[in-house]
């Protein structure tokens, strides 16, 4: 078997409600709606965890938190953990990432061997959630909706900085694999931290929705106590009550938000400009690491089961795909096990520790009828929730809280808890009872309060007197860029041109 080239690209917090079949026709997205054209398009996506660095590692290793340990976005995503970088680079591949992926400890490569950038947030546990303070914030880095009253346009951010040069090193390497002086198959990740707030974007970004229908959320505000006890310890950390939010800036936020899907697509289409103009094949991924509620009921960025957080964009374009609309549930988990059948590679020895499963039958016109699984265990949580999706059904469970069921084909914006009605009783038990074979809550509950407990005395500990941090330096070495004289001339004019002329 040909093993193929693969490009990966991931962005950070892009709602998948907005891509009911593709990116929603209203979306100023061209790249990425060329690319839904020729790709199959999974529309009921969902993250193992919705925050970044658990959805991430879920995402990477094909396993759920509460399997590898990274339960929050200072879990360490331990080195003997296999990833799909560690699978392909196995079997023959290249495998290089350019951008975010929220590694935690100090190991910032995972089965990459070669990383362009930096990433964007800390290494260290320093964002350590600790269950025994319910309630406590860190204001230094929790969320508040300071976010959103602060929505606006910037020509230049912390973030866009970041996103720009993940684009510029990404498209420098696509030219780079293209000369050929590696024979080996190439697996490139380009990892975007767009369109996550802070809701700030570039002027002809924000004004391409300046007439935009959809600056307002369909389901308004809730009230606080209207809200069920999770969405309420989600507004208690973002500290809902310092803020005034009004009308406009819930616009500007969406409107802002918006702008930034057009941002990452501009930065894509400079990386797939760059595949096309020389010539290069690969099957190309599309993805989220989770979404935002974007001020629907009164929730805004992730943290929630509820769709908007949980539910993410993802389409595969391959050769021998037939492009379609796949409708059945899915999870971001079964991107690793996707990936070994498509690059043809056996991952028998650690098969038994997999949450997710291949997409490649389903893609290929089968039927989904495993459940899709979630977990969440980091800020706005005293106590881990889980969550089952199965056919129309999601099933919402945490020992501190009462069992939310919600049919989504009924309910879209679940707003009915049918948890306590009579007809939907033979649903939940068979629903809590798969959930009972797959999760101890107790035990999971345990398990977090000891890595939490483990991370707060080792942070405290590493911050007194020298520290050394983990943050990943990229290696730049000048005296092997552009011409040296350790070089023959003539030689790098020829192998860093291409085409190559005569």
């Known amino acids: 078997m040909t093993q193929p080239n693969i490009l990966i690209f991931m962005v950070d917090q892009l709602n998948g409600t907005l891509f009911p079949d593709g990116p929603a026709e209203w979306l100023h997205a061209p790249n990425l709606k060329k690319l839904a054209e020729r790709s199959v398009r999974f529309a009921n996506t969902y993250t193992g965890s919705p925050l970044c660095a658990p959805g991430r590692a879920a995402f990477m290793s094909g396993q759920l938190p509460s399997t590898t340990g990274v339960y929050d976005n200072a879990a360490e995503f331990r080195s003997d953990v296999p990833t799909f970088a560690h699978h392909l680079r196995r079997a023959g591949y290249q495998t290089c990432l350019s951008g975010k992926m929220h590694f935690v400890g100090p190991d910032q490569l995972h089965g990459f061997e070669q990383r362009l950038t930096t990433d964007i947030y800390p290494a260290d546990f320093g964002w350590t959630p600790d269950y025994r303070k319910p309630g406590e914030r860190i204001d230094w880095w929790y969320h508040n909706m300071g976010s959103v009253t602060g929505a606006g346009v910037s020509e ?11 684009a510029h090193e990404a498209k420098m390497k696509v030219y780079d694999l293209a000369r050929g002086l590696d024979a080996r198959p190439w697996m490139l990740t380009v990892s975007f931290t767009h369109p996550h707030d802070p809701y700030v974007a570039r002027k002809k970004y924000w004004d391409l929705y300046d007439d935009c229908a959809h600056l307002l959320p369909e389901v308004p505000d809730l009230g606080y106590e209207n809200q069920d006890n999770h969405s309420k310890r989600i507004f208690d950390a973002n500290d809902w009550r310092s803020f005034d939010i009004t009308k406009e800036d819930i616009q500007r936020s969406r409107q802002a938000y918006f702008a930034n899907i057009s941002y990452c697509d ?15 094949e ?13 001020g629907e009921r009164g929730l805004w960025f992730k943290m929630s089961p509820f769709e908007g957080s949980s539910r993410v964009p993802l389409m595969i374009c391959a050769p021998d795909l037939e492009p379609h609309l796949v409708s059945d549930p899915v999870s971001t988990i079964d991107v690793t096990p996707t990936l070994a059948d498509l690059a ?37 949580s005293y106590a881990p929730l889980v969550t089952l999706r199965k056919g129309e059904y999601k099933l919402n469970l945490c020992t501190l809280d009462p069992d939310q069921l919600f049919h989504l084909g009924a309910d879209p914006h679940e707003l009915v808890n049918l948890a306590d009605d009579p007809a939907h009783a033979t649903v939940l038990a068979q629903m809590k009872a798969e959930a009972a074979a797959q999760w101890d809550l107790p ?18 500990a ?29 030689v790098l004019e020829s192998n860093k041109r291409f085409p190559r002329g005569d």
Do not use: C
Request: cysteine-free; glycine content about 8%; charged content about 30%.
């Open 266 to 280: 501009d930065k894509i289409g400079e990386v797939m400009e760059a595949l096309e103009t020389t010539g290069q």
């Open 156 to 166: 230049i951010t912390n973030q866009m900085e970041y996103d720009d040069n993940v």
């Open 282 to 294: 690969a099957i190309i991924l599309f993805l989220s690491d989770h979404g935002d509620m974007l």
């Open 344 to 380: 043809g590679v056996d991952l028998a020895e650690i098969a038994p520790w997999l949450d997710g499963e291949s997409l490649m039958p389903v893609a290929r016109g089968g039927a989904r009828t495993t459940s899709v699984k979630m977990e969440y265990a980091a800020e706005a």
């Open 462 to 490: 590493l911050r007194k007197g020298g520290y050394y941090p983990w943050d990943y330096q990229p290696l730049k070495d000048a005296s092997e860029a552009y011409m040296r004289n350790h070089m023959d001339l003539n």
């Open 443 to 460: 035990k999971f509950d345990a398990e977090v309060r000891a890595s939490q407990a483990r991370r707060w005395v080792v942070y405290d």
